[in-house]
């Protein structure tokens, strides 16, 4: 009985233990999943079926795909519009980075155009000093800030002196250094460079008693553009009135003629100097036929009157 009992009887299982496997993570399986399907599709396709799949040119590989640093930085910072963190370079599909221009804080002077600096730079003395003697004093003085070599061509005297004897008449420039006193120079010897533009700048504030001009004067205001600060008259009388009425320095310039019956009459401390090439007071006549030429009344004591003939 024990030994057909023992026969019988079926063989016991042992259980064995099962090794311990390291627990995954759930960032593993993800990875490991698109691999272990990119693994059976490739299995698949190189079986006996594989070259007559019509599914075959379809299929993709599963890879994991590469972030870049622009959707990274496009995710970290969401707030930005959808335009500010977009790359418009291709190699970003890549992971490089696009390159920037580098722009320099420094500011660098531009070079002259080819026309400016021929004009400045390599045009003769001669054409500059031709286009310079059609312009007059205001011109000129702003012709002489453009650069150095327009301010030494703009001093020049001989462009000053055609400008001072077309205003004044004189032939030598005529000296104003301060209030009733005046004394012709000799250019030659006189210490300034330009002692043309300097007689000039003493004489510019005054008013002009010259026939015949003043209509032509007024009738052209951009010939004579920048000389608002003269007045021209035709008789001494109404140049008197003026000079009294504006912001003169009571100068007057009697030009070349012979002034008769006038009634001249001074009341405030006016000057009234004859102007005329050569000589001056044998150019500059006022005569009257009554007993007395210029009448001098109360307030007239600083008044000066000279470089003329009165009869």
Same mark, same amino acid.
């Not at 030994?3 to 993570?25: F, G």
């Not at 599709?41 to 594989?50: F, H, K, V």
């Not at 007057?252 to 090439?277: K, L, N, R």
């Not at 500059?284 to 036929?289: A, G, H, L, Q």
């Given at each position: ?86 790359? #418009?370079?291709? #190699? ?14 420094? #500011?660098? *002077? ?150 008769? *019956? ?28 009554? *007993?007395? #030429? ?18």
């Amino acid at each position: 009985m024990n030994s057909l009992r023992a026969t019988n009887r079926r063989p016991r299982r042992v259980s064995r233990p099962r090794p311990v496997q390291p627990e995954r993570i759930n960032g593993d399986r993800d990875e490991e999943a698109p691999a272990a399907a990119a693994a059976e599709m490739a299995i698949e396709e190189s079986g006996p079926g594989a070259q007559n799949s019509p599914y075959q040119l379809r299929r993709k590989t599963l890879l994991p795909k590469r972030t870049t640093a622009a959707s990274a930085t496009a995710s970290a910072c969401p707030s930005k519009g959808p335009m500010e963190g977009a790359s #418009t370079s291709s #190699t970003d599909a890549f992971g490089h980075r696009a390159k920037r221009a580098r722009v320099s804080g420094k #500011t660098h *002077d531009l070079p002259a155009a080819p026309a400016e600096q021929y004009l400045q730079q390599k045009l003769p003395d001669e054409v500059v000093l031709k286009i310079f003697s059609y312009l007059l004093e205001q011109d000129l003085c702003q012709a002489a800030c453009v650069c150095k070599r327009f301010s030494q061509l703009a001093n020049d005297p001989i462009l000053w002196k055609r400008l001072y004897m077309e205003v004044f008449e004189y032939t030598r420039p005529m000296m104003h250094p301060e209030p009733g006193r005046f004394y012709q120079i000799s250019p030659e010897e006189h210490d300034h460079p330009n002692p043309w533009k300097e007689s000039f700048q003493q004489l510019y504030k005054g008013a002009h008693v010259k026939p015949g001009f003043a209509e032509h004067f007024y009738s052209n205001p951009g010939r004579y553009k920048g000389r608002e600060n003269m007045l021209y008259y035709d008789t001494i009388e109404d140049a008197l009135g003026g000079v009294q009425e504006a912001h003169f320095d009571g100068l007057i310039f009697v030009h070349s003629g012979i002034y008769t *019956d006038e009634w001249i009459y001074i009341e405030s401390p006016i000057t009234m100097i004859g102007a005329a090439p050569g000589k001056v007071a044998d150019k500059v006549i006022i005569e009257n036929t009554r *007993d007395s #030429t210029f009448v001098f009344m109360e307030g007239s004591e600083d008044a000066y009157v000279g470089y003329m003939t009165i009869k």
